[in-house]
């Protein structure tokens, strides 16, 4: 039931704007998405299985962003701006990847446990968010990763490929202090572009 559980997990990020998670009743997310409450309940199984749910929807859709701002230039610079641009504005836009990203998690949030929990669901994409969550870690490894597997081309030397790593971290471990400490004109973009540029200096 795939258009019903989008519907849910949009309410329930809906609802999280309104008002802490704690005050998010199960109930409402369903009357809000038009579904019963025995449907929310067969997707995600309580209310921990639809936070968890929900982080790992706003992870994916933070890391697709990611795979548009590499796939979105042809300047190897221009790729990884882009990248630390969009994590920097992700993390404005969304409370809960900018807490994914820090590790920071206010009051307000959900807050599940990185670690994977015990799954007994019949529902593939919720026995996904039952696995392990990305910590902030893993994320600098994960946009590092897709940043080297785009700009490496094929028979890259490995000297080559350790060098790009470094600066591709670079970049990242940039976005996400600009996501902590805000930074003030030119922003993350000329922080990027003139760390990358004494990199290959």
């Known amino acids: 039931m795939p258009a019903a559980r989008e519907s849910l997990l949009d309410a329930a990020f809906a609802a999280l704007a309104r008002r802490p998670w704690s005050a998010v009743r199960m109930v409402d997310v369903a009357a809000a998405a038009g579904v019963s409450r025995q449907t929310l309940y067969n997707e995600f199984g309580s209310k921990d299985g639809l936070a968890r749910a929900l982080v790992r929807r706003e ?9 548009r701002a590499l796939a979105g230039h042809s300047d190897p610079r221009d790729r990884l701006t882009a990248t630390a641009e969009w994590t920097t504005s992700a993390a404005r836009d969304n409370a809960l990847v900018r807490a994914m990203l820090t590790g920071c998690w206010s009051e307000r949030l959900p807050s599940p446990a990185l670690s994977a929990v015990s799954s007994t669901s019949a529902v593939p994409a919720q026995r996904r968010a039952d696995g392990p969550l990305p910590s902030p870690g893993d994320f600098v490894a994960l946009v590092r990763d897709r940043a080297v597997s785009v700009l490496a081309g094929p028979g890259t030397p490995k000297s080559d490929t350790a060098d790009l790593a470094r600066s ?17 004109e030119g922003g993350v973009t000329d922080l990027v ?7 290959a200096g």
């Open 193 to 199: 572009r003139s760390a990358l540029q004494r990199q």
């Open 59 to 67: 992870a994916d859709g933070y890391l697709a962003g990611v795979d």
């Open 168 to 184: 591709c971290e670079l970049a990242v471990r940039l976005a996400l202090s600009c996501v902590a400490a805000p930074p003030g």
